[in-house]
């Protein structure tokens, strides 16, 4: 059984073949999707897709990108979707200094809004992270009640274990199963696997051997089966107990 706890399946990349997909995932075990808003259209995507899928839950928030967009009003939209019964998160919300398109102030206002919103509501978040390590966990020690996962991870061993400390989960993606991916497998084998969650970040992301090619879902096994092999784990019990994971997290029955 696998879960894949960051999905984009929303995403037009799919318009095509979503059924086919979503009818394939039983073939390959995994049994438990998390669906990801980036901004308002995307949040509400995935409400639907959760709402018509009974195994996909959906997170509703402004990635940094959307940052500029963030405001009381889309804030009170936001609150008005999490109370539908499969929203589950608040994400995916974070900090993104590695381009730097959206002023690095903008984005640390709209990052801070939405953890007060997780906090008020009680939900967990969905946190992208890139190149911003320090602001990032600075915002992180201000909401000390707010827990949730650090996903498509890129940090240090340091910084996960500092996450893991404070009950905090750390998502890897495809990247994990990439020849230079030295970082992601200290991290995998430095920390306990009941803090790891296994995702696509689909449609990007892909695992080796389909890396450049369009990730889906269905993908999930291969990076589990990666993280068993790191860690001297069966790839069954990896899925099994990333799995548990996330409904732990994310409070799914």
Not at 120 to 132: C, G, Q, S, T, W
Request: hydrophobic share 40%.
């Amino acid at each position: 059984m696998y879960c894949d706890s960051h999905a984009h399946l929303d995403d037009r990349r799919f318009d095509d073949d979503r059924d086919v997909i979503f009818d394939e995932l039983a073939t390959h075990d995994v049994r438990l999707i998390v669906n990801i808003g980036c901004d308002l259209p995307s949040s509400e995507r995935s409400v639907a897709l959760a709402e018509k899928y009974p195994f996909v839950y959906a997170a509703v928030g402004s990635h940094p990108d959307d940052a500029d967009h963030v405001s009381g009003k889309l804030l009170d939209r936001y609150r008005t979707l999490a109370q539908h019964e499969k929203v589950v998160a608040i994400g995916e919300i974070g900090l993104d200094y590695y381009y730097d398109d959206i002023p690095r102030e903008i984005q640390l206002n709209a990052f801070e809004e939405q953890m007060e919103l997780a906090e008020a509501l009680k939900l967990p978040v969905i946190v992208h992270m890139r190149d911003a390590t320090q602001d990032a966990l600075q915002v992180v020690q201000w909401h000390p009640d707010v827990k949730g996962v650090f996903h498509c991870f890129s940090g240090s061993v340091d910084t996960a274990k500092w996450l893991v400390e404070r009950g905090w989960y750390v998502g890897f993606t495809g990247v994990v199963t990439f020849k230079n991916a030295k970082k992601a497998v200290e991290v995998v084998n430095a920390i306990p696997i009941e803090h790891i969650l296994t995702e696509t970040d689909c449609p990007y992301m892909s695992p080796e051997p389909y890396r450049g090619k369009r990730n889906d879902s269905r993908n999930i096994p291969l990076i589990a089966a990666k993280i068993a092999e790191i860690k001297s784990m069966s790839t069954e019990d990896v899925g099994r107990i990333t799995t548990e994971n996330v409904k732990r997290l994310f409070r799914i029955p």
